[in-house]
């Protein structure tokens, strides 16, 4: 799952909602990330509404633009952890880098499976 988010765009948080599953074939199924605005950039919450524990990762990329919009830095970042049933995990998907105002958080993915 890809996403996007412009600096300009933070006033309205995008949700992804997958639907919920007791007992679901897989972790897609049961897993919902919410995305929304933080004083320090864009925050990424991966909430666990399956019955088991699942190893996640969430992974993104921050750019600063200029104010003619050209981009003049980019990060690849991640994170990882271990959710237990009906938890919740988080990451911060930070601008502090940024010069400006001008940022834009991209190419929002996640990833979950059972954990063994």
Do not use: Y
Not at 3 to 26: C, G, K, N, Q, W
């Amino acid at each position: 799952m890809k996403r996007a988010i412009a600096s300009v765009l933070l006033a309205l948080p995008v949700v992804t909602v997958l639907s919920t599953a007791e007992a679901a074939d897989s972790a897609n199924d049961c897993v919902r990330l919410r995305e929304s605005p933080d004083t320090s950039g864009v925050a990424l919450d991966v909430d666990n509404n399956c019955d088991r524990r699942l190893s996640c990762a969430v992974s993104w990329t921050v750019e600063c633009q200029n104010d003619q919009g050209k981009v003049t830095k980019s990060a690849k970042e991640s994170a990882s952890f271990v959710l237990q049933a009906s938890a919740s995990g988080h990451a911060l998907a930070s601008t502090k880098a940024c010069t400006s105002n001008n940022w834009k958080v991209d190419d929002v993915s996640w990833e979950c499976a059972a954990v063994k």
